[in-house]
């Protein structure tokens, strides 16, 4: 539930992926390829130069990393904390973003064109370089590094778990590095449609043992107050930065925005005032036992000191998918639905001021519900409102996509629905979206 006095939706949120990827397409982007001295100035904030991971703080790829420590009982709280910084970081990832981009040069052009006028200037300046107005144009594209977030293995084998926002490209190239120093390639495995959630996997060399990764921990025992360890490539330039704080709050509404006119519903998310930056995105968050509890995700931009996690509960459920099929897969019920609240119900007269309102969307082919789908089946129909799902009402803060999320499919759901003014029970069978 969003603080009093704080709506969600006056949040103003900013995505903590730290490459802005636009910001380097199109006419800006060939600009700064174009110029040598402005794009190693850019880049130096986004990406820095993949030697640094060798050559600074990291074990160099030939060296042997020494056992990290680990957090037990009797531990004080900061020797907990030093042992789970040392005994997570090394399954802590950078990301690093690459893509073709275009090139452009500058040249100068005659600003009255050709005919009378053109001549005369011509006649006057000659081929002199540098007179006439700068003009830009493509020539080419180079293959550069754009931006930079962070990930962590959750298994031996090379799974990484990090933050959709961070791979959303599907056209660019990711590069992951190791604390120690070693380069993979990645491949994103899925991308989760629900959340802001993505999984990729790195390309084993022969010679690699299994890597090490973070065990999930248990988001549901979590309690306001309790230390945390957040470890991400902060700003894209410094890898592995642990920061420390609490969990601040739980169960939060946020509506999170990266800059370039996206935004997103998060919800049930970790509050904490552990310092995430930018680049910490899809970076872990971390109990005194050195637990992934969470994943980085967003922070209140000109604030201090709040940021957010997705709670790890939520991802385990898409960990398990892609390990068992291979893919993220997610629940679907086939309906489009609007949520009631009172000023809705107000509007259009409605009985209640909850719940899932099925309706059209803005076009004929926007039907309310789906030919074949589970609704379909079930006999679900437009103005039916859906006001449980399994017992659980739905609202604003609890929408009706987050309770079927819960879920996986060939799942029977109990739905308490209102058809016609009066109230009954449908059972669903939720099938796989496609």
């Not at 973003?97 to 200037?121: C, R, T």
């Amino acid at each position: 539930m969003p603080e009093k006095g704080l709506p969600a939706r006056f949040l103003a949120l900013t995505l903590v992926l730290s490459a802005c990827v636009s910001m380097l397409f199109g006419f800006a982007s060939g600009m700064v390829a174009g110029n040598p001295v402005l794009r190693k100035q850019v880049l130096s904030v986004i990406a820095p130069p993949l030697e640094k991971f060798v050559d600074g703080d990291g074990i160099a790829a030939t060296g042997k990393a020494p056992e990290p420590q680990k957090p037990v009982e009797g531990m004080s709280e900061e020797d907990k904390t030093v042992a789970v910084v040392e005994s997570a970081s090394p399954a802590v990832v950078s990301i690093v973003i690459s893509k073709d981009v275009p090139v452009y040069e500058q040249y100068y052009a005659n600003p009255f064109g050709d005919g009378q006028q053109g001549d005369f200037f011509q006649q006057f300046f000659g081929n002199q370089p540098g007179i006439g107005i700068p003009q830009y144009r493509q020539k080419g594209t180079e293959h550069q590094e754009i931006g930079a977030g962070s990930g962590f293995l959750v298994s031996g084998d090379g799974t990484i778990v990090t933050n959709r926002h961070v791979v959303a490209d599907e056209g660019a190239d990711y590069t992951v590095i190791l604390q120690d120093g070693r380069k993979f390639p990645g491949k994103v495995l899925g991308r989760d449609p629900v959340n802001d959630i993505a999984i990729i996997k790195i390309d084993k060399a022969a010679d690699a043992k299994d890597f090490p990764f973070i065990p999930l921990g248990d988001s549901s025992k979590l309690k306001v107050g309790q230390k945390v360890v957040a470890i991400g490539y902060a700003l894209g330039r410094f890898d592995n930065t642990a920061s420390t704080g609490i969990v601040s709050g739980l169960e939060r509404r946020i509506q999170a925005g990266d800059g370039m006119n996206r935004e997103e519903d998060l919800f049930g998310v970790i509050q904490t005032d552990a310092a995430i930056n930018p680049g910490n995105s899809g970076g872990p968050l971390l109990n005194l036992h050195g637990e992934a509890i969470g994943v980085n995700v967003a922070i209140v931009q000109g604030s201090q000191n709040i940021g957010f996690a997705l709670p790890i509960n939520d991802i385990r459920k898409v960990v398990d998918s892609v390990k068992k099929d291979g893919r993220i897969s997610r629940a679907f019920l086939g309906v489009r639905y609007v949520m009631i609240n009172k000023d809705i119900k107000e509007k259009n007269q409605l009985p209640v001021d909850h719940g899932a309102l099925i309706a059209r969307g803005d076009t004929q082919s926007d039907l309310a519900v789906s030919p074949g789908s589970p609704a379909d089946v079930a006999g679900l129909v437009e103005n039916d409102i859906i006001l449980e799902v399994e017992g659980k009402a739905l609202s604003e803060e609890y929408p009706l996509f987050v309770a079927i999320a819960k879920y996986n499919a060939g799942d029977k759901v109990t739905l308490k629905v209102l058809h016609k003014g009066k109230e009954q029970q449908v059972v669903i069978t939720l099938t796989e979206r496609k």
